[in-house]
């Protein structure tokens, strides 16, 4: 029994190529979404204090 290199959805066939375009297109939006999350202006504050936490204990404070 061979094996199909094709995934049947819908009657339809989807190869390779489409899925890893799919997953491609996905990883570049969650990608894109972490950098605006990350560079957000409502974020700054809180990761400002959480850059001073090894040195305010490192000072025992």
């Known amino acids: ?10 009657g339809k066939k989807m190869n390779f190529t489409i899925i890893s375009s799919v997953v491609t297109v996905i990883s570049l939006f969650v990608f894109l979404g972490i950098l605006y999350w990350a560079f ?3 974020n700054k504050e809180r990761f400002e204090k959480l850059a001073r936490l090894p040195i305010e204990n490192e000072n025992g404070k």
């Open 40 to 42: 957000s202006s409502g």
């Open 1 to 10: 029994m061979a094996v199909k290199p094709a995934i049947i959805s819908g």
